[in-house]
């Protein structure tokens, strides 16, 4: 198994920030191509961004994309999503989840995630 595990989520204003965390284990970290993904109530889950391992590329959705940032801590062997601007539509429950390498035109296919956190809920009030 691979564990990941999220935190950071919560409730904040339109217009504030928030930084949401996965934690992995070694292995996961270092050969890992990890991603955010989100699932708002009654809609389909959604790509958010992803980085691949040793931080050689990334991704993001057109929705958050300029208001998003995904990065690696390797010390830590955490992931992060630090999002600003935040709008009511980011309202959504976030998931982080793991695949071996991500490439440019599949990044956003969660069928291609074999490993998934339990997520965390962000609530974006206007």
């Known amino acids: 198994q691979v564990p990941l595990a999220e935190s950071g989520g919560g409730s904040v204003e339109a217009g504030g920030s928030l930084q949401l965390g996965c934690a992995t284990n070694y292995d996961t970290f270092r050969n890992y191509c990890l991603a955010w993904f989100r699932q708002a109530p009654g809609k389909e889950r959604e790509a958010v961004a992803a980085?691949?391992?040793?931080?050689?590329?990334?991704f993001y959705a057109d929705s958050v994309k300029g208001r998003a940032t995904i990065s690696r801590d390797p010390e830590k062997k955490m992931v992060y999503l630090l999002m600003n601007s935040l709008k009511p539509e980011d309202t959504a429950m976030y998931y982080c989840?793991?695949?071996?390498?991500?490439?440019?035109?599949?990044?956003?296919?969660?069928?291609?995630?074999?490993?998934w956190g339990q997520g965390t809920q962000v609530s974006v009030s206007s």
């Open positions: 989840a793991g695949r071996v390498w991500c490439a440019d035109s599949t990044w956003f296919d969660e069928l291609q995630y074999h490993r």
């Open positions: 980085i691949n391992h040793g931080g050689l590329s990334s």
